[in-house]
């Protein structure tokens, strides 16, 4: 599956999920499915998928500043079953796919108390957020994006696990 970050979100970035099919189709990827209007695209593949060339495939859809993070149906499987939050209401929980591991330590000067009741874990390439009041007003994204150095495609818990649904259904 592919999630692309930025689009349809505040106006900007818009792009029609009919639009988005058809190009993932024309580049020759099967079962093609696309959840929610905010650039979630599931499907099928005989070869392997690098989000890089995907964003410079669909460049010409989206712009030339795309960034795809692509997940298969078992990594994805994997980053839910490692939840660190598994006790915390799911409407609370984010996930933010990584193109890129984390560096070790990113988050080391970064005051996390200050945050609170907001909370950050790293679990190989994905930031896990905890953020009881929800992702609009939250400051923690903000600045742990700034931290990172690595793009990063968030996505709610349940458009998460709807994905997974989809892509194993």
């Known amino acids: 599956m592919a999630l692309l970050r ?3 979100v505040g106006g900007r970035s818009s792009l029609k999920m009919d639009a988005l099919r058809a190009a ?3 580049l020759g990827y099967d079962d093609v499915a696309t959840y929610i209007q ?3 695209v599931v499907f099928t593949s005989d070869r392997k998928v690098g989000g890089a060339t995907l964003g410079d495939a669909l460049s010409d859809e989206v712009g030339p500043d795309l960034t795809v993070v ?3 149906a078992a990594e994805l499987r994997k980053v839910l079953a490692d939840d660190p939050f598994p006790e915390a209401d799911r409407k609370a929980r984010h996930i933010g ?3 890129a591991k984390p560096g ?3 988050l080391a ?3 996390l108390g200050s945050f609170a009741p907001e909370e950050v874990a790293i679990v190989g390439t994905e930031v896990h957020l905890l953020l009881p009041n929800g992702m609009g007003r939250a400051k923690l994204p903000v600045a742990v994006g700034r931290k990172l150095a690595v793009a990063v495609a968030y996505r709610n818990w349940n458009t998460s696990a709807k994905l997974l649904e989809m892509a194993e259904g």
Request: net charge negative; aromatic share 10%.
């Open 38 to 40: 905010s650039g979630n």
């Open 6 to 8: 930025g689009v349809n």
């Open 109 to 111: 000067d970064l005051d």
């Open 24 to 26: 993932f189709a024309s």
């Open 97 to 99: 796919f990584c193109d």
């Open 70 to 72: 692509v997940r298969t």
């Open 104 to 106: 070790a330590g990113a």
